[in-house]
């Protein structure tokens, strides 16, 4: 079969390597796709906002079915407009990505459902902002309603910052966003749990544990994430089981009742304290870097799960999975996630050579003139699987040195959590 992959970052070059190592393949077409896709796929350079457009070229390339990666199409309804057209689509309908497109809304399901998650306030003025300060201690936590590219929460320790940045929201600082949601601030350890999910069932697709901040030491600005690594052991099976009765069935149940089943996957962002996960996010995806340490794990032929999950045959598939564990490195740009150059050289990455065990995803790359440059603030995903975290970092920083790719900067603390402290940090 044809298989159209929407998305440009790391997540789809790995998504993609997956699609390209399955049997029932033909060929791969990428929406729009990154210097890395265009190893396996045909780049296809349009905007993937514009649906009537994107439904043309998946006729014109005889396209049998489309995997979508990041979360503004399916926000936006894709997945409901492909359907109405007949062609197989992967991921999330339009209601149930409002999981992710509005914070509001993941709340009041939250609270329908008697979900474990932090307490809050949904806000549409400033006095529902100074009506719940006065009632909740400092710090808490600010987060404009709709999408808003990772800028939108902002954890603040001052009154006079929460009004400040509560007002800039109302006033349409994100788009996407009239209201915010106000919510206690939760201090525990973080953890991302996947799920794949049908119309029947659903199936466990690993945790991660992402790395947001841009510096070591998690300091600095808010990232898309600048390193990741699968498994994280924090989620024991106990914590997982609260995870699934307290969590994940809950929610899957709520969009039974409004008869709009979830299906493709769901991102469980959690906050464990004191043994006991709270939901921080839901994103109705794949993470980014997360997926780039997930797909590597995964034996199964990835065209037959979502397969699969399309034909609510989930509950027959037996997933399996590497033992080995796996992290990536964030190469960025220097300056993001500030500003940053773009269109810097990466010298010889062409022809650079890996062990089976290693793999470079590219994120913000391109090719221009037969060169791959750089096309975004996290270019390079440098990832290695093996036996323990410590000697997979060593592994995956050593790789980053010979790339040697002066315009980058990358974080060499990934994993510190799950790495003994006498190799913490040792550059
Ligand atoms: P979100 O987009 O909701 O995942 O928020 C982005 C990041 O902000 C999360 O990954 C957390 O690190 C942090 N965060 C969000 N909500 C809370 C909270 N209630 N308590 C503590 N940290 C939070
Ligand atoms: N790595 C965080 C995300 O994908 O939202």
């Not at 939250?110 to 201690?137: G, M, Y």
């Not at 309603?145 to 929460?153: Q, Y």
């Not at 609510?312 to 997933?319: G, I, R, Y």
């Not at 080995?324 to 990466?346: D, F, Q, R």
Request: overall charge positive.
């Amino acid at each position: 079969m044809n298989i159209g992959l929407i998305g440009s970052g790391g997540r789809e070059h790995a998504l993609c390597k997956k699609i390209n190592d399955s049997n029932l393949v033909k060929k791969i077409f990428c929406f729009p796709g990154n210097a890395g896709t265009s190893k396996y796929a045909k780049n296809i350079n349009v905007d993937i906002l514009n649906f009537n457009k994107l439904l043309n070229e998946i006729k014109n390339y005889k396209i049998d079915l489309i995997i979508i990666g990041p979360e503004e199409p399916l926000v936006r309804g894709l997945v409901d407009f492909l359907e109405k057209n007949k062609i197989k689509v992967f991921g999330p309908n339009k209601y149930a990505a409002k999981l992710e497109g509005s914070k509001a809304f993941m709340k009041k399901v939250c609270k329908i459902k008697n979900i474990p998650t932090a307490s809050f306030k949904i806000c549409k003025n400033i006095i529902d902002v100074k009506f719940f300060l006065k009632k909740n201690k400092l710090p808490l936590v600010v987060k404009a309603d709709g999408l808003a590219a990772g800028k939108g929460v902002s954890i603040c320790k001052t009154r006079d910052e929460i009004i400040k940045i509560s007002k800039e929201i109302f006033k349409g600082k994100f788009k996407s966003s009239k209201s915010l949601v106000l919510e206690e601030f939760l201090d525990g350890e973080e953890a991302s749990y996947f799920i794949l999910a049908d119309k029947k069932t659903f199936k466990f697709f690993g945790t991660a544990q992402d790395h947001k901040r841009a510096y070591e030491f998690d300091k600095g600005p808010n990232t898309g994430g600048m390193g990741a690594y699968s498994p994280a052991p924090i989620v024991s099976k106990n914590i997982e089981k609260k995870i699934l009765n307290k969590i994940v069935k809950p929610t899957l149940n709520f969009l039974k009742t409004k008869n709009k089943h979830y299906k493709g996957f769901l991102y469980v962002g959690l906050m464990i304290k004191k043994n006991e996960p709270y939901l921080i996010e839901f994103n109705i995806r794949m993470g980014d870097p997360e997926c780039q340490v997930i797909m590597p794990r995964l034996k199964t032929d990835f065209v037959k799960v979502v397969n699969s999950c399309i034909e609510n045959k989930l509950e027959n598939l037996n997933l399996s999975w590497k033992k080995e564990k796996c992290m990536t490195i964030v190469l960025c740009s220097k300056g993001y996630p500030g500003s940053y150059k773009k269109n810097k050289i990466l010298n010889g990455l062409d022809k650079f050579k890996t062990k089976s065990n290693e793999i470079i995803f590219h994120a913000g790359t391109k090719i221009k003139n037969n060169k791959i440059l750089s096309n975004g603030g996290r270019v390079l995903n440098i990832t290695s699987l093996g036996r323990n975290f410590s000697s997979i970092r060593k592994n995956i920083i050593r790789i980053i040195r010979r790339i040697n790719w002066k315009a980058g900067f990358y974080r060499k603390d990934i994993g510190w959590k799950v790495i003994k402290k006498n190799a913490h940090y040792r550059r």
